[in-house]
């Protein structure tokens, strides 16, 4: 769809900024409307293909700010239970008691800290890009980072080629270059690709409950490893197949593949990075010979 006919109240701050008053004065009777809003956003604007894929992905980092309310609620709520347990009777606590105490502390403290992190990574990306982990990971992957004066041109080498060759799954774009997910990997310096499927089994009273984690997961010639979350199997298996037909060299895997491939040594990486790039020299000295 054209960029024209996005509505401007769609676009960043305005969006964020109805989404606010909604909340503020329809509280839990705003979340119907909210869902209404996001789905004709998305619509309307694909991707964030209006103001650009990746600054659409970080500033889409704001919501984490309703895990850093969580977190901190959670860590409130821990707190209370520690000062309350505190001003018993020493007399009275038990070995247990004590255990309690100090699980309920460390755990307040680490809540806050997920709290504090949550919250400062949602204002950083989605105030500042130019300081998002996205514009690093694109820093990271470039040869000459310093040769782009504003985020705007780094963001574009990324958006150029998704507008120009993406596929998408999810909210993953695959382009002839480039792979956007939450972060943004280049695809010849692709060395792993990991389909994460795990299913996760948890007893409590009520009886069994089962959670599915989904994840692509790429690792680079560095060995920094990017996870992007799935909601479709059949989704996550599509764009693994289709990242591996451009980088064929990249070691395939699940989840323990991947605990393994970024696990090794510093001997074994070098090993197989020569190995990857002999095999890749290879394959362009055939393509060249076969034209």
Request: aromatic share 12%; proline share 3%.
């Amino acid at each position: 769809m054209e960029q024209k006919s996005c509505p401007p109240f769609f676009r960043w701050p305005w969006n964020v900024m109805i989404c606010v008053l909604l909340v503020l004065f329809l509280r839990i009777f705003s979340i119907p409307f909210l869902l209404i809003f996001a789905g004709i956003q998305k619509k309307c604007n694909p991707h964030g293909e209006a103001e650009g894929y990746c600054l659409s992905r970080a500033r889409g980092r704001l919501s984490m700010l309703l895990w850093a309310v969580l977190f901190f609620a959670l860590a409130v709520a821990l707190g209370v239970f520690f000062y309350v347990s505190l001003g018993q009777s020493g007399a009275e606590r038990t070995a247990e008691d004590y255990v309690s105490l100090a699980v309920s502390l460390a755990g307040a403290a680490a809540l806050s800290g997920l709290g504090i992190y949550s919250g400062f990574v949602a204002l950083r990306d989605s105030f500042f890009p130019e300081k998002s982990g996205l514009a690093e990971s694109i820093r990271n992957q470039i040869s000459f980072p310093d040769g782009y004066s504003s985020v705007k041109e780094l963001f574009a080498v990324v958006d150029r080629d998704l507008r120009e060759n993406g596929r998408w799954f999810e909210k993953v774009g695959v382009g002839k270059e480039w792979v956007l997910g939450d972060y943004a990997n280049r695809i010849d310096r692709i060395r792993g690709i990991f389909a994460v499927d795990e299913a996760h089994r948890r007893t409590t009273q009520t009886g069994v409950r089962v959670s599915r984690t989904l994840q692509l997961v790429l690792v680079d010639d560095g060995f920094r490893r990017n996870a992007t979350d799935f909601k479709s199997p059949k989704e996550l298996k599509a764009a693994a197949e289709c990242i591996a037909l451009k980088a064929p060299g990249a070691r395939r895997g699940g989840q323990k593949e991947c605990i393994a491939f970024c696990g090794m040594e510093e001997g074994r990486r070098e090993a197989f990075e020569r190995e990857f790039m002999h095999k890749k020299r290879q394959k362009e000295l055939e393509a060249g010979g076969m034209r």
